[in-house]
Nanobody, 116 residues
């Protein structure tokens, strides 16, 4: 079983920055692909960024150039550095870990609110 816990959310002004963290427990977490999703009120959950066990990254068009996903494998921790934040980035951000055999796991979310 893999357990994910997000942290680092908060309130920030437009143009500011935040760094989200997602700590994972369980030995299988090290070989899992990791991702950040977000869900704003009244909207469906959106994939924000992914990072594979090999370090390959992908980003949603809406955040490309502003957000950066990284991982610290010894700590089984994934980060999302968010720069140049916009009010439309306001959402509940979820951490995800998945493997085609082991399955997928979700954190419970951390709130990011960007004021204008």
């Amino acid at each position: 079983q893999v357990h994910l816990v997000e942290s680092g959310g908060g309130l920030v002004q437009a143009g500011g920055s935040l760094r989200l963290s997602c700590a994972a427990s369980g030995s299988s977490a090290s070989i899992m692909s990791r991702a950040w999703y977000r869900q704003a009120p009244g909207k469906q959950r959106e994939l924000v960024a992914t990072i594979t066990s090999g370090g390959s990254t992908n980003y949603a068009d809406s955040v490309k150039g502003r957000f950066s996903i990284s991982r610290d494998s010894p700590k089984n921790t994934v980060y999302l550095q968010m720069n140049s934040l916009k009010p439309e980035d306001t959402a509940l951000y979820y951490c995800n870990a998945r493997d085609p055999y082991i399955g997928a796991y979700w954190g419970q979310g951390t709130q990011v609110t960007v004021s204008s």
